[in-house]
């Protein structure tokens, strides 16, 4: 069943299921989703009163997660508009031709299109290569790095996500976002070792975290970094 609260000025909306457990568990998914697991018979009020004092750390994981909400801008794919890869601004120049093909040069991606309406699903075409290529580069020191904790992704994986940056699934394959390719080395880096340490703790427990910040101790810079730039 679904039920919220009030909180100031904000509305906390959860998802809440009865099991046989005793006590209260409250999860933040991915997608900012509030869950609550609560005991068989305990009353609605109750509940409410438990997540209203712990909605502080509910805003504050809400918060960290939306940093994995890519939210770039539509792009229209026309002269003159800038885009970004692995962090700085390219002019873009879209120019009619016999033959299709992408490149950059100096500060300008040039896309050469038989009809200038190609010129979004080439640029897509060549972002994609790139990060098939970069995002594996950019990982593999860093998996080489999380051996001594005896874990391996299985696989990395790239997969176009609405709203997040990266994920782990349970059997160990990372998959990260494309859209990655268009932030700077760090903050690929940066989703990169939160996915890595997902294989030694699955979940954001305080050790996730001591992990994380042991493997990079600016995380937050980088975090901060990728929501402000590609926001």
């Not at 568990?25 to 609550?36: C, H, R, Y």
Request: with cysteine; hydrophobic share 35%; net charge positive.
């Amino acid at each position: 069943m679904k039920d919220s609260i009030d909180f100031g000025s904000k509305t906390i909306e959860f998802r809440l299921t009865f099991s046989d457990r005793k006590s209260l568990g409250i999860t933040i998914t991915p997608n900012m989703e509030v869950m609550i697991k609560a005991p068989r018979g305990a009353s609605i009020e109750r509940i409410r009163e438990k997540v209203r004092k712990k909605t502080p750390w509910i805003l504050k994981q809400q918060s960290y997660f939306l940093s994995f909400h890519p939210r770039t801008p539509e792009k229209k794919y026309i002269s003159g508009e800038s885009h970004l890869y692995l962090g700085r601004q390219y002019r873009l120049k879209v120019t009619e031709s016999k033959s299709n093909s992408v490149h950059f040069s100096g500060r300008f991606f040039e896309v050469q299109a038989k009809k200038k309406s190609n010129a979004k699903s080439l640029l897509r075409k060549w972002y994609r290569e790139r990060a098939k290529m970069k995002l594996a580069e950019i990982a593999e020191p860093w998996i080489q790095r999380f051996e001594k904790y005896n874990v391996k992704p299985k696989a990395i994986y790239l997969q176009e996500m609405s709203t997040r940056w990266g994920s782990c699934t349970p059997k160990g394959k990372i998959i990260l976002n494309p859209e990655l390719i268009k932030a700077p080395r760090t903050c690929i880096e940066y989703v990169i070792i939160h996915e890595l340490c997902h294989l030694v703790h699955p979940n954001h427990t305080i050790t996730f975290i001591q992990l994380q910040g042991k493997m990079m101790p600016d995380w937050e810079k980088w975090k901060r970094k990728l929501d402000k730039l590609l926001a």
